[in-house]
């Protein structure tokens, strides 16, 4: 027994060297995309005691990447390190892009733009129909308008990259250099900030001496997991990555994801070959659509604000953690020892959702 013991030591100590020698690699071949400085980086990684003795599966750790420092944080802000210095580049002087109403993609690229003095325009799809006054004002509308930019609706199921070229055009014609970050800041740049996240992730586990299991996150427009998955393959990771569905099904959702980490993976030139076999989203906790709350979604935020004082959002976040926590009890993850959730932000989302959670008033 004990000479398997000090062989699987032998193994771990060998590929954390390659790991770590990856990584490098990584950071090199990084190197050479223009980037601006927008958030707080690394993130911490931190163990969820409270929420694994409860659940009493593998030990569960959380990537706070909710605590990215850009107007309350989220995934949005590595993604637009890498957008905002390409738009830079260009010569911009404005920023376009579109989100649903209490896009939290939207409010990081307000912020962004106004830390790099730049306009901002921003398009909201009204996806849900709400017609709540803090849905449509609150949260994230609230921060977006604070930051400054011009916020102009469009109704559900509009063309919006459609509506964001006429934008662009108008502002053209006013002697405007608009950029065009799309939805999410889903494309092969703002992926990027995914591909070192993987990177930032695997380094940080060695430091600590962790062997991770399998990382979850929500997924929607795709980018986060496009560059994780990408980068998780750059440095020959084990990770067992499964995204969380807010929107797409299951094959729609995984297409979307292989389709832009290819794209990811050509982009940053390593020769890199993605395997489809390494996309995995599961969809089933969707509930009646994009932005419209479950009763999984509203238990998992309670929870986890109950037990680890942490706050998750109802259309993103939350509904990646009733994924987390429903998988963990189906068994799902048995068998392993240490399953890491990206947290992805959104709490300002919160205060666009505040009649959702039906919470008691005052007491005596
Ligand atoms: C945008 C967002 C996601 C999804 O990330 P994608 O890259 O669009 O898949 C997850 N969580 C939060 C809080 C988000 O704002």
């Known amino acids: 027994m004990t000479v398997i013991h000090q062989n699987t030591e032998v193994e771990n100590s060998i590929s954390q060297e390659t790991t770590v020698s990856l990584c490098k690699d990584l950071s090199i071949a990084l190197a050479k995309f223009p980037k601006v400085r927008l958030g707080h980086f690394p993130t911490p990684l931190e ?60 409010r990081q690229t307000t912020a962004a733009a106004a830390k790099m003095g730049m306009d901002c325009h921003i398009l909201l799809e009204d996806r849900t129909g709400s017609n709540d006054p803090n849905y449509i004002l609150n949260g994230n509308v609230l921060l977006d308008r604070l930051h400054g930019a011009s916020v102009s ?111 990811t993976a050509d982009y940053l030139d390593k020769g890199l070959i993605i395997e489809r076999s390494s996309v995995r989203a599961n969809t089933d906790y969707v509930g009646p659509g994009y932005g419209l709350p479950t009763d999984g979604m509203i238990e998992a935020v309670k929870l986890l604000a109950r037990t680890e004082g942490l706050l998750f959002d109802p259309v993103y976040s939350g509904k990646g953690l009733n994924g987390l926590i429903a998988q963990t009890k189906a068994g799902y993850f048995d068998g392993m020892e240490n399953v890491v959730f990206l947290h992805t932000g959104g709490s300002a989302a919160l205060f666009g959702y505040s009649e959702t959670f039906k919470l008691p008033g005052y007491t005596q």
């Open 47 to 106: 163990p969820m005691d409270r929420l694994s003795e409860l659940l009493g599966g593998p030990r569960l750790w959380v990537k706070r990447d909710d605590c990215t420092g850009l107007s309350s944080g989220g995934n949005k802000t590595r993604k637009l390190e890498y957008l905002m210095a390409d738009a830079q580049q260009s010569g911009a002087d404005t920023i376009i892009t579109q989100g649903a109403t209490q896009s939290n993609h939207a």
């Open 153 to 263: 609706k469009r109704g559900s199921g509009t063309d919006m990259n459609g509506e964001m070229e006429a934008v662009a055009e108008r502002l053209k014609q006013d002697g405007k250099k608009p950029y065009i970050i799309p939805g999410g800041g889903s494309n092969q740049i703002g992926a990027l900030g995914y591909v070192n996240c993987a990177r930032e992730l695997a380094e940080q586990a060695v430091e600590i001496g962790l062997n991770i299991d399998a990382l979850v996150h929500a997924t929607g427009s795709a980018g986060t997991q496009a560059g994780l998955v990408t980068g998780l393959t750059a440095i020959q990771s084990t990770i067992h990555l499964l995204g969380i569905g807010v929107r797409a099904p299951q094959e729609k959702q995984e297409q979307m994801v292989f389709d832009l980490a290819v794209r």
